[in-house]
């Protein structure tokens, strides 16, 4: 069985690696790349091509909302998480729109991450529970 491709896009280094290393506990995870804004993170889309991207939203040059809507765009295969330090940027309706496939905070627990993880590569939509969201 292959692994689950992921790309990770935060803007701040200790975050991403933080990611990296929760994701890389799970033998069907790894990560092929590492992005700083969502500039950076769409150029690599289309390079790696990875099964799955994970966008933090606030973010230098182009933050994730913009990501996500160029993503989708031009790679549309690829599955999209939001990964967010703040509750009330996860606008559950704007991300659903845009074809984010998951939306979890940078509080969750590293095995919700890789399950996450692992439903969005087999198509499914994963919220975090505890999580509300405004609009809906």
């Known amino acids: ?14 975050v991403r690696q933080g990611i990296r290393e ?20 769409l150029e690599l889309v289309e390079v790696l091509e990875p099964d799955v991207t994970v966008l933090d939203i606030r973010m230098p040059v182009m ?11 031009i790679a549309p295969q690829v599955r999209i ?8 940027e996860a606008r ?16 969750c627990e590293i095995g919700e991450l890789q399950e996450a993880v692992r439903a969005v ?4 939509m994963y919220i975090q529970s505890n999580l509300e969201f405004a609009g809906i």
């Open 1 to 14: 069985m292959s692994k689950i491709r992921v790309l990770v896009v935060d803007d701040y280094k200790l």
């Open 22 to 41: 929760c994701l890389e506990r799970a033998d069907d995870i790894t990560v092929v790349g590492e992005a700083v804004n969502g500039e950076q993170g």
């Open 63 to 73: 933050n994730g909302v913009d990501a996500a809507r160029a993503i989708r765009s």
């Open 81 to 88: 998480m939001v990964l967010s330090a703040f509750e009330e």
């Open 92 to 107: 559950l309706k704007t991300l659903l729109d845009l074809g984010v496939s998951a939306v979890l905070l940078k509080t």
């Open 121 to 124: 590569a087999r198509g499914e």
